[in-house]
């Protein structure tokens, strides 16, 4: 089967490479441009360990194929912080939000993305919001209340900056 | 609580620093098991069984050996023979021998040029297979006219006459049971059943593995034990273990499930028949799901007297538990003595039995066995509880364990903190919240052993006074910080001063897995011995310096003092100026220490939870839950939350949604998460702990390990709290939408 | 001597005795101890054993001392998650 030439940017950095048809853009992140941190915990969009962005919008990669992210921007955890952490990265290491650490990835892009929808979510919509990324380590938690916190920093710069 | 003769007024012990893996963490840095790559590396796909039994009549692999790019096919044929025992087991689980024993076992495996054709190369490979009868049910599997799966299975315990799958036998207990329960003014006997869960790990199996025709070989691999990989897999293979070298990644969570092998050997299997190339083998989640872990199911009996003022005068259990095709599996020597391990009683029988099943071989899950046995046992409390309307903490309190009791299993409890426990559970706003309509509240109490157990770690100081520990424990749930608190502490340097690094199977000698709770106890307490080590060494240069005697001079707060009255007056020296001096004033300064640890204390918890349940459909919200779990001393606060909120969680999946489903082909019938449900954010609620710290003894800062004991607690507390919102017991685990509601309907005629 | 109890079903291997003493200063002398007075005993400690000396859980420790007067429990090898 030939493969299919993509090009997109990731990170804000332009990429190309040569996907097999059937590859998800889950594989073509972590084989093809050495994007480990997005993880696989299922392969069937049950985890959310995969969560990215394209075009702004939340997706589990696994679901995706890499040729449908031609033309595409594309988010992953890699690009999450800039010269510091983002507040999300931050508070998660504060409240200890994580424990084995492998559903941190997505968990912090798929909070990322609420907090751009919603500054301010309340705990049952942080919880729904959250309900398709799997953590067996923390009970859930101090991921919210990480979440929250960052969220009120979040409010609170925004704010001064205003 | 506090007790006189255990350290208290720390500087940084109790404190809640950042942890040092975290940054790699929140980035994506953190390099976990699928995560290595190497140059040449192939990947690798496994065929299945997809049969619950069946001989297997033929392997032919010759049509994906023809396509471009596939470098080696492996069977069992492959394999060295000759093993015995559970090396044997560990052979026939990573590769069929003549027959497939559960839907999900493995029969073959191929290595190709990248992962999609090692899939295509995989499906091409034909297996023949002669279907056999089959058993997966507990009980089913003892029923007369139920096939002998696996004869001669039986060990020197099993006495004559019982069914041809019953592996192992189990008796103990003491005092007079039929009096005790001729004593009683209420006697009541069910059965209970728990079905078998997975860990659920987020992270499947990943190894990368490379062996040369030399025999010497390489793994980086997701692992909570490298030493039990490298052991098994150099069994396995017929390899000598100092000639496999295993790295751990960072491990994606474990839960017992991380501390054997599976596809691991494969790796290297594959890598021999490919010229010494490096080969890649990631489990799918189906695979996980069908071929890894999963823990035992169970059916209990369980009888229990009891006086109308509480007391418990006898108890009485008879266990059936089934760990899959392989024998020792199920933890029934583990279930049966957690079974009263939270009471005094003065009768007692304890009986068991291991059934074999074609389903998976189990694995070590989280306090395995205590789960189960709690549930029947805490359940059956409960239920004599609510009958006499007594109150379950009261009843608790007047049985419960404590500091010299006889445990259910024989040994004298030394200092444990069961009842402070339930005090504090008492004491909590939550046992006091009025309930609303459709609402109730379950309590029960849970034990894990805890472990010590083979463990080996070094520490080195730096030029600049800092120190690195090297241990042997994969960090899963923040190990690296509270060993790093405590060894700090006791050099007396900062936190950040301190680096913990997992090291690879060339570096230590052999450590047992991070398993029983034992990571920060017994490497904690490892290397706080090398720490004493260290400071006793840099003592001795310190005297050689000012020209005094060693044992005249103390180490405090991170510096050397002269003490006692013929010391001299000497200014401090600190560790940062020892350091920086050592390779002049006799070399390196290191310490390092060995034990099979002992002095692990025993770990008691008491939960607390309030359920809605929705008598339309059947579905139970948990409106609010507490745990209350004794830590001995909670090194690193958060970690020890984490812990008991992470097992309650698990609990809590365990009670209400997680099963292993078959169906009558013996086939998995939910090896997804879409339909194996593990616990989603929107499930649960906050998850409000309570530490209590009664020092172990024996452990220099009074650690006990806390990982475990969470998750026993949950099974019967829910399906009490069910009970006293709807009146109906259930008595079989999941507590499901439709099996609640099925009770209730039934309840109402 | 100290008094090894043994659990119900494994009375059978030892002439139905519920305390079998031995004289042994360490857990592995008990274990060797208990398999020479009873062979019978023999694949119980060889599928491995873990025991209890005065109210001390001992997973797999055969140096672990033992008191002429010490309460000994045998336990199943016990596994941790």
Redo the contacts between chains.
């Keep these: 089967m030939s493969k299919i030439h993509v090009t997109a940017t990731v990170n804000g950095d332009p990429v190309e490479f040569l996907a097999d048809p059937r590859e998800t853009l889950l594989d073509a992140l972590r084989n093809h441009l050495d994007l480990t941190g997005t993880k696989e915990g299922c392969g069937t969009g049950d985890c959310g360990a995969c969560s990215v962005t394209v075009d702004g919008t939340l997706v589990c990669s696994c679901l995706m194929l890499a040729a449908e992210a031609n033309g595409k921007r594309v988010e992953t955890i890699e690009g999450m912080a800039k010269e510091e952490l983002h507040p999300l990265q931050r508070k998660f290491i504060e409240h200890a939000a994580l424990q084995c650490g492998f559903c941190t990835p997505g968990i912090l892009v798929a909070a990322k993305a609420l907090l751009e929808r919603n500054p301010d979510p309340t705990d049952t919509e942080i919880r729904y919001w959250l309900a398709g990324n799997l953590c067996r380590c923390t009970g859930y938690d101090k991921i919210v209340r990480a979440v929250q916190d960052a969220a009120a920093e979040m409010r609170q710069d925004h704010r001064g900056a205003a | 609580m506090a007790r006189d003769d255990v350290k208290t007024g720390y500087k940084l012990i109790g404190t809640r620093p950042n942890r040092p893996d975290g940054l790699d963490k929140v980035t994506g840095r953190a390099r976990y098991g699928a995560d290595f790559s190497l140059p040449g590396m192939l990947w690798a796909a496994v065929v299945r069984s997809p049969h619950a039994h069946a001989r297997i009549v033929k392997i032919d692999a010759s049509k994906a050996l023809a396509l471009e790019g596939v470098k080696a096919v492996v069977t069992r044929a492959d394999l060295p023979t000759g093993l015995t025992g559970e090396d044997l087991n560990l052979q026939d689980n990573t590769l069929a021998g003549d027959r497939a024993l559960y839907d999900g076992h493995a029969v073959a495996a191929v290595a190709a040029t990248s992962q999609l054709l090692a899939q295509d190369a995989a499906r091409l490979i034909e297996v023949e297979y002669e279907v056999l009868p089959h058993v997966t049910d507990v009980d089913a599997a003892i029923a007369p006219d139920a096939p002998v799966i696996r004869p001669g299975v039986a060990d020197y315990s099993v006495p004559e006459g019982m069914h041809g799958n019953v592996a192992r036998y189990m008796e103990f207990g003491h005092g007079d049971v039929e009096a005790g329960f001729a004593a009683a003014d209420v006697v009541r006997e069910h059965t209970y059943r728990t079905e078998a869960t997975h860990q659920g790990y987020i992270e499947p199996h990943a190894a990368v593995g490379q062996l040369g025709e030399d025999g010497r070989g390489e793994m980086w691999v997701c692992t909570q034990g490298h030493w039990y990989i490298r052991r098994m897999s150099a069994a396995v293979l017929g390899i000598e273990a100092a000639n496999l070298r295993v790295t751990p990644s960072e491990i994606g969570g474990g839960f017992g499930g991380k501390t054997t092998i599976f596809m691991e050997p494969l790796t290297l299997a594959l890598s021999k028949k490919a010229g010494g190339r490096p080969v890649k083998l990631v489990m799918s989640r189906s695979e996980v799901l069908r071929a890894t872990g999963p823990t035992a199911s169970a059916s209990m009996d369980v009888k229990i007297g009891m006086k109308k003022d509480g007391t418990i005068t006898a108890g009485q259990v008879y266990f059936r538990m089934q760990g899959g095709a392989f024998p020792g599996m199920s933890p029934i020597g583990e279930a049966l003595p957690c079974a009263f391990a939270c009471y005094d009683i003065p009768a007692l029988k304890h009986e068991g039995i291991e059934i074999i099943t074609n389903r998976p071989k189990a694995a070590a899950y989280r306090a395995p066995g205590s789960p189960m046995a709690a549930f029947a046992v805490e359940s059956m409390i409960d239920e004599l509880c609510r009958e006499l309307n007594l109150d379950p903490i009261e009843v608790r309190l007047k049985n419960g364990a404590k500091n010299g009791s006889k445990s259910s299993y024989g040994p004298v409890y030394d200092v444990i903190g069961l009842q402070e426990t339930l005090q504090a559970a008492r004491a909590h706003p939550n046992y006091s919240i009025p309930l609303g309509p459709n609402q109730g509240r379950g309590v029960a109490s849970g034990f894990w052993f805890n472990h010590g157990g083979e463990t080996s770690v070094s520490l080195a100081i730096g030029e600049d006074g800092t120190a690195t520990v090297s241990v042997g424990t994969p960090d899963i749930g923040g190990s690296r910080a509270s060993i790093g608190l405590m060894v700090a502490e006791h050099l007396g340097i900062p936190y950040e001063n301190v680096r913990v690094n997992v090291v690879e199977t060339g570096a230590l000698g052999v450590n047992e897995p991070t398993h029983g709770s034992r990571a920060t106890f017994a490497s904690g307490k490892a290397a706080i011995e090398a720490a004493n080590q260290a400071i006793r060494e840099m003592c001795r240069r310190a005297a050689a310096e000012w020209g005094i005697e060693p044992e005249a001079v103390e180490w405090r707060d991170g510096a050397a003092h002269p003490a006692g009255p013929n010391a001299g007056k000497h200014p401090p020296m600190t560790i940062g100026e020892i350091g920086a001096k050592m390779g002049s004033t006799g070399g390196p300064i290191s310490g390092h220490h060995e034990v099979t640890a002992g002095g692990y204390g025993a770990s008691f918890g008491t939960h607390v939870v309030d359920v809605e349940v929705d008598p339309e459909t059947g579905r139970t919200t948990v409106l609010r839950y507490l745990v209350v779990q004794d830590a001995g001393t909670a090194i690193h606060p958060a970690y020890v939350e984490g812990q008991y909120q992470g097992g309650a969680a698990q609990g809590i999946g365990w009670a209400l949604n997680e099963e292993y489903i078959y169906g009558p082909d013996g086939r998995l019938q939910n090896p997804v998460f879409l339909d194996y449900r593990i616990p989603v954010a929107s499930d649960l609620p906050m998850i409000d702990t309570v530490i209590i710290e009664v020092p172990n003894p024996g452990h220099p800062y009074g650690v006990r390990g806390v990982g475990e004991t969470g998750i026993t607690p949950p099974l019967p507390a829910i399906a009490s709290a069910i009970a006293g919102a709807t009146g109906v017991r259930i008595r079989s685990l999941p507590c499901s939408p439709p099996k609640v509601l099925a009770a209730i309907k039934a309840a109402k005629g | 001597m100290a008094r090894v109890?043994l659990?119900?079903?494994?009375r059978?291997?030892a002439e139905g005795q519920e305390v079998v003493e031995v004289e042994a200063a360490t857990v592995g002398q008990m274990l060797d101890a208990l398999v020479k007075a009873h062979p019978g005993l023999a694949?119980?400690v060889a599928?491995g054993l873990s025991v209890?000396?005065?109210?001390?859980?001992?997973?797999?420790?055969r140096?672990?001392p033992v008191k002429p007067d010490s309460?000994v429990?045998l336990?199943?090898?016990?596994?941790?998650?």
Excluded at chain 3, 7 to 10: E, K, M, P
């Design positions: 109890h659990w119900a079903s494994l059978r291997f694949p119980a599928a209890a000396v005065d109210g001390e859980v001992i997973a797999n420790n140096a672990a309460e429990y336990l199943q090898r016990l596994k941790g998650g």
